[in-house]
């Protein structure tokens, strides 16, 4: 995908946030708090690590730090936006780590080795809070969100947040991210779950992306597309889809395709269709999105292995150009097959994502997604991160005073990228045209 604009005064660290956040999102939200990185070192490592970090200083390279994730993720640390945050502005080379394994155990292991470096961010669990107080290794931030001329970013968070936040001393322990800055009137129209195709693949089949808006456009574009040879010779997969075993009804890739035939998916289940609630199962168009496909699968219109693939071989196929119309979640295709591409070099590229397809008697779309505005993870800085106090430009990378022009994103102005809602993340990640 072409590369988005970047705004003046980008700010690294937020926008790694950010990136842990969409990564985060992939997983299942009862496994969101796993947890990522190598151990921090021992004090003698701690020292070794200032000292270099104030040699780098010296000597104009770029200022290092690691954020720990807290939960498993495939990792790519040189990304052209973290080139680009190294190479130009502002001058930081931003290292993410993540883990293997139960997120806890992790936590608890890295607590009682000394601690993580620089800056951990983990999904909002009681248990991380917890345990992360105890350990008396983490920076009380409270002064931080009323400085609006140092850290603007921070002062922007809405004060409803931060109020639930302080414990019985007034004390804010970490910075919250991945929250809505207009609380009232959070995320409209969002969603992960979406029809993403190849652009090449449309123009090759002789149609436009306006031709599938219905399904017997889509099918039609099916048709064509498996008539197409991929790189190696071998013919495209017309749709795929992610049925991990492993998912749940409320979170699966069949979701898009329910909700373009009007069923409901997320919250209990249950939609309000006239006078009558209706129960996801219950509801006729939740066997009729499944008769059709069936219907195309049997017509070697969806790849015969969507029924077994696991999400590594799902994404190895998209990577290689197997797949023409991806339906699911967004975050399934795996953000890393576009991330680092500067030109049509790959089929991530020509990745768009389209409107849900019109089905004949459905008037309305379903809702596969029900979005709480309060934050759902959280930035913790490590009392280890002496940088953070000798230079305050370095608490604006935890902060992310101008997200919101970063993000070539209109609608809200002066939106921290540790608190980048969901459009706006969905915004930097697919619609780079």
Not at 102 to 113: F, H, P, S, V
Not at 149 to 167: H, N, T, V, W
Not at 353 to 364: A, C, L, S, T
Not at 386 to 391: V, W
Request: aromatic share 10%; proline share 5%; with cysteine.
């Amino acid at each position: 995908m072409r590369s988005i604009k970047k705004g003046k005064g980008t700010v690294a660290l937020s926008l790694a946030a950010m990136l842990a956040v969409l990564a985060g999102c992939s997983g299942n939200g009862g496994n969101n708090a796993n947890a990522g990185s190598e151990a921090a070192g021992t004090q003698s490592a701690q020292a070794s690590a200032s000292a270099t970090a104030s040699a780098s200083q010296a000597s104009g390279d770029p200022l290092a730090f690691k954020l720990w994730l807290g939960w498993t993720a495939t990792i790519n640390n040189d990304s052209l936006v973290q080139k680009y945050w190294r190479e130009k502005e502002p001058g930081v080379d931003v290292k993410l780590e993540a883990t293997q394994g139960d997120a806890l155990t992790a936590l608890n292991l890295n607590i009682n080795t000394g601690g993580f470096d620089d800056a951990a961010i983990f999904s909002r669990n009681d248990t991380v809070k917890s345990a992360m107080g105890r350990s008396n290794q983490i920076q009380s931030l409270e002064q931080y969100f009323d400085m609006p001329d140092k850290y603007p970013g921070l002062a922007s968070i809405p004060k409803q947040y931060l109020e639930r936040m302080k414990d019985k001393d007034g004390h804010i322990w970490s910075i919250p991210a991945w929250f809505d800055q207009n609380p009232n009137d959070p995320w409209p129209g969002w969603s992960s779950l979406a029809w993403t195709v190849r652009t090449d693949v449309v123009e090759k089949a002789g149609m436009k992306l306006e031709d599938l808006s219905t399904l017997d456009g889509v099918e039609t574009f099916l048709k064509k597309a498996a008539e197409q040879k991929d790189a190696s010779g071998k013919a495209l997969l017309p749709m795929s889809f992610l049925m991990d075993t492993n998912d749940t009804a409320g979170w699966n890739d069949e979701n898009a395709i329910l909700t373009a035939f009007g069923v409901s998916t997320s919250g209990k289940g249950v939609a309000k269709k006239g006078d009558d609630f209706v129960f996801t199962f219950d509801d006729p168009q939740y066997k009729a999105a499944y008769q059709w496909m069936n219907k195309l699968y049997r017509e070697k219109l969806i790849d015969p292995e969507v029924v077994t693939d696991k999400k590594e071989r799902y994404k190895e196929k998209n990577k290689s150009g197997r797949v023409a119309l991806n339906v699911g979640s967004f975050f399934n295709i795996d953000t890393s097959l576009w991330e680092t591409l500067d030109g049509p070099t790959e089929p991530g590229w020509y990745y768009q994502v389209i409107p849900f397809p019109k089905v004949p008697g459905v008037d309305q779309v379903g809702t596969n997604q029900v979005v709480n505005p309060y934050p759902g993870y959280d930035v913790y800085i490590s009392k280890k991160d002496e940088k953070s106090r000798r230079d305050p430009e370095v608490l604006r990378l935890y902060a992310g005073a101008e997200a919101g022009a970063a993000a070539g994103h209109q609608r809200r102005p002066c939106r921290p990228l540790l608190g980048l809602d969901r459009s706006t993340a969905w915004k930097v990640e697919i619609h780079r045209r």
